[in-house]
């Protein structure tokens, strides 16, 4: 979702719209958690998350790249609930980043705006990155409206 060449709020836009829609998951799991790590760059891997609730529900899947942090989680669990789920804008300076987000990174000039994804349940992923995508899965029936 990084757009360099959108307007000066394209991606606050973007992230904007990637929170709406992962505000209607909270009644979801976690189905599958991938960290690529095999990058020298720790900046070059990636952090995917499968999200799911049933078969009349649309699936969700986040993508983050690159990772400018990422808490590791207790691996090896399986689905796990969800008991809640954010995604914050994270401003470039001289903006201001919201209180809680603050100390996360080593804010200096060079760093772009980014997403904070934070999921909290038995399996708690807190990744900050410069790119975010959400997909929704499509369909021709009911599974194709979020509410």
């Not at 790249?65 to 954010?86: A, T």
């Not at 300076?93 to 804010?107: C, F, I, K, N, Q």
Request: aromatic fraction near 6%; hydrophobic fraction near 40%; glycine fraction near 6%.
């Amino acid at each position: 979702m990084a757009d360099e060449h959108g307007a000066n709020d394209a991606f606050k836009n973007r992230c904007t719209k990637a929170a709406r829609t992962l505000e209607s998951c909270v009644t979801y799991s976690i189905d599958r958690i991938a960290l690529d790590e095999s990058n020298e760059d720790r900046k070059d891997n990636t952090l995917d998350v499968w999200l799911r609730e049933g078969p009349s529900t649309p699936d969700v899947v986040i993508s983050l790249s690159p990772l400018h942090s990422v808490r590791p989680w207790e691996k090896g669990l399986g689905v796990s609930f969800i008991d809640g789920i954010s995604l914050v804008h994270l401003p470039k300076l001289p903006s201001p980043w919201p209180a809680e987000a603050v100390g996360r990174l080593d804010r200096s000039e060079g760093l772009p705006e980014l997403a904070w994804l934070r999921i909290a349940g038995p399996i708690e992923v807190d990744a900050v990155a410069s790119i975010v995508t959400v997909y929704v899965a499509q369909s021709d029936d009911a599974a194709s409206v979020l509410r």
